[in-house]
């Protein structure tokens, strides 16, 4: 069990992270261009979508409500900076590991729910925590929380010249949370969660404790989606609730994973690489030809890939390269 | 105490209409197992569509109702024919994610076209009228929507119940391929159930432009909503759907007015939460 | 046809992805100036009119219109014959959006300076971007008093802001009750619970406390409501004597007709820049909205008095949206016009020089009401004023200050049954 075994897919994930490791050093690609804001979009994305698989791609319990983990990671970072002066890092780390408590203590009485009925429960804790915060003056409410102007570097963790300090901060989160779920996939916990998955009551017969097992996902999920969340605020100077804690934000969590490949490792960044620059240029280039036009398309884009491939990309993938070889984690979740 | 019943009643009243929007996704997901993302926007679609027989053609709503439901009933249709046959099975998330797309589409294309405004349908024949009953108030817009709601029902439980048809719904939702064997046309019975879905949300998008304006946002509230009752009353139940929608508006309402208007929703996905943790199939679930 | 359009563009934009960046190329006699409003979510209403305004200052200042007395309208362009280009984007009401496309229009599409974004949650971030690079933001509308007291140097803003709305509500009940024996003591608030409501309904509870009204309800509720049944039944319940609201579009009709259901109206009802200013509103609900009051910047009866040459411009801009401008959008225009002449005045694009220029200068606006604008510390348009106006017919009457009054206010309200 201890043995990692080395795999091709850490040689091409080896190959991936040092591309974009160098790929800053190469003048004129990151800077302070937009393609840097898709490309830094697409890390953060793909981490906040590979730490929602955790829990849901390899324990099979659908949450839409990792805005709120995310939004508490968020608010973690806003009020360390905001109300409390500091800088942010201790703000990431509070607001993680508050994230992890909070999902454990709300998910503790949801895992007893099945299917459907899970995920509204988790549907009304989004909508719970984004009208109570709304009106806790403590944390801002409706107002929010808006960042003063902060000198650039590391400290502050902002950078307003150039891009280079959020994508390096991206590439961390993204090598972190990949890293992790890779580590999770040939530990026993990754056997454990797929045990649950697959059966919950043949594991449990088996000896695996599905609770514990399924709240030590959650919290692992819920802390790396907080860190996502700390990082999302530093980026945008402004924490409120609608902004992070809303069914809107569970929902892209849901859909780049889906649509990537459910259960997949590399299934949420498929996702974001096709989901987010979709998003950003379709925005950005065709709110010219009419007002909604960009969500028109994507919208129809979202239904025409449900239609065609049902499995996300990462079905289209398996489909192309080996029909017979059907890969061992395939989305078979009973939600 | 004039308040308290003030209060009850239009809690009353706002979950009977809720229970017309709800009762058709209720049926959806009950036989189907498909979460219907864009419940909300085919609301708004039926409300869109009865202000402008309303505006166009001066047809009041208490009339263009039935073209709403009519229509809706095209679309659900189509919805199903078009999008939903094509991803369903074995998981959940296709077609909930294609649904998303499809509330997208529709919110941004009603949007694109009809511009964001607000629009109000001006001298409805029930617009504005109330009925006094000693001191309490009642909307007659309101009273109209709440009787049709409990009537269509009430025909909705009978169809599932008391009809062959019905009889096929009910063997279809619980297990298809043994429904298909016994020669029922699962496929048809699916687009059918997609169709009067959508034409339950099309009456009551109908009946509301009397009271409330129209714009393309206006499906998202409700639509959550309507995904809450389902869920607390348990899927495919509709008395489920009826009971639970009556007290979603009692808690919506006493909640608003005896906590404070921020909290309502607060309070009711609370009751929503504390039901389920005591029965975790709803109310009428099974 | 619609959706073969549509299916090329999914076609094209699938296959070009990546291949769109750097595809700006600047002629050379033209200004890029960009424009980001909410296109589309709850408040697209108001986003496009905002855009249609700027459209139309823009077209004021880059064609010869030696008709309208508007400043840089007889010429052509600024600077001796250089047009300005908009470049306009959506935000979707979303800050982060907000925030990266300000960024996009900056580093990508080249634009000098900036305006925006109605949301003036959206407006912070976007501003930020735009102080900590240097350049140039213009805010016409977007009305939290904090944008203005953050001390930036590159920020200005055109509107007045809900401090100074609410100090006149408050200004003008006190008024009331000296002259027309009004008798308000108690003050209720009915507003959403977001950036903007909170703001206004902030500001309101801090003038009508150091005033000595007695606030007697503070109804926050959630926008885009499916009922606010419980919302005016605890104003009912208060039953205060003036009501400040601060409710947009479909909830604000949502609000005067539950008020007309349950047959309340408190004596005096203020409304923020909101659903009260929406001319097309107004119109819809016909006799029930009248006798409300809010604060106006603009509105075509108010515009034929004081403002004389706004209607000859005003006819582009109907031409594009079919409304006439409101208090909101005209500023957005405004703002164009001003930065426009303070680009004229400094006679060269250097940032630095033209927001010195408008830091320290005033600059003639026939677009304002006063006619004025000159930005103070923080670039808040000193000259800002709006006045309170009451709904008569479907017409926004003024009614205070009492050099714009034409006839006394209905105060107290009609009630529901004497209309």
Partial sequence: MKTTRFQQRDLVWGILVLLLAVLPLIPGVIGNSFRAHVLIMVLLYASMAQSWNIVSGYAGQTSFGHSVFFGIGAYGAGMAVVTYGLTPWPGFLVGALLAAVVAVLISWPCFRLSGHYFAIATFAIVEIFNRLFMVWDWVGGALGLDYPILTDGWKNFVWSQTKVGFYYGALALFILIFGIVRWIETHRLGYYLRAVREGQETAESLGVNSTAVKLAAMAFSAFLAALCGGFFVQYNYRVDPPMVMSLEMSMKFVLITILGGLGNFWGPLLGAMILIPLQEYTRAYLTVLGSGVDLIIFGLIIVLMMIKQPGGIMGIVTDFGARRRRAGARPDTGV | ?286 | MKTRKLLAVVGLCVFGLGLFAGSATAADKVLKIGVVFPLTGPVATAGQRCVAAVETAAEVINNAHPEFKVPLAAQEGILGGTKIQLVVADHQGKPDVGKSEAERLFNQEGVWAMIGCYNSAVTKPASAVAERMKRIFLSGCSSSAALTERNYQYFFRCAPTDKTESHEFVEYIQWLNQNQKAGIKTIGLIYENTEFGKHAADEGKAAAKAAGFEVLADVAFNPGATNLNSEVQTLKAKNPDAVFGACLGGDYTLWVRTMKQMNWLPKVTLNYCTGYQDPKIAQQLGPDGDFFMGGTGYSPEIGAKYMPDVAAVEKIYTAKVGVPFDSDSIQEAVALLVLAQAIEKAGSLDVEKVAAILRSETFDSPLSLGGKVAFGPGGQNMKATSIVTQLHGGKYMPVFPLSYAEQAATVPMTPWDKR
């Fill in chain 2, 1 to 286: 105490m004039d308040i308290f019943a003030q209060v009850m009643i239009d809690g009353l009243l706002t979950g009977m209409l809720y229970a017309l929007v709800a009762a058709g996704l209720s049926l959806i997901w009950g036989v189907m197992d498909v979460i219907h993302f864009a419940h909300g926007e085919f609301l708004m679609v039926a409300m869109y569509l009865s202000f402008w027989l309303g505006f166009v053609g001066g047809i009041d709503p208490v009339i263009s109702w039935m073209a709403s439901g009519v229509f809706l009933f095209i679309l659900g249709a189509l919805t199903y024919r078009l999008v939903i046959s094509h991803c369903i099975g074995k998981s959940a998330m296709p077609p909930l994610l294609a649904t998303f797309g499809l509330s997208l589409f529709l919110k941004n294309f009603c949007m694109n076209r009809f511009s964001p405004n607000f629009r109000i349908l001006q001298d409805t024949l029930l617009g504005g009228k109330t009925i006094m009953l000693g001191s309490i108030t009642i909307g007659l817009p309101q009273l109209v929507t709440g009787v049709f709601s409990v009537t269509m029902l009430f025909a909705l439980y009978y169809l599932i119940k008391k009809t062959r048809l019905g009889w096929a719904i009910q063997a279809t939702a619980m297990d298809r391929e043994a429904a298909e064997l016994m020669g029922i046309h699962t496929d048809r019975i699916y687009l059918l159930v997609f169709g009067l879905g959508g034409a339950c949300v099309g009456i009551a998008g109908g009946l509301m432009t009397s009271y409330l304006a129209v714009h393309p946002e206006v499906g998202g509230l409700f639509g959550l909503i309507a995904f809450l009752i389902v869920a607390l009353g348990g899927f495919g139940s509709v008395p489920g759907a009826l009971a639970a929608a009556l007290i979603i508006g009692m808690v919506e309402a006493l909640a608003g007015f005896y906590i404070a208007p921020v909290f309502k929703y607060v309070a009711v996905f609370m009751l929503y939460l504390v039901v389920v943790m005591v029965r975790p199939k709803g109310l009428f679930g099974w």
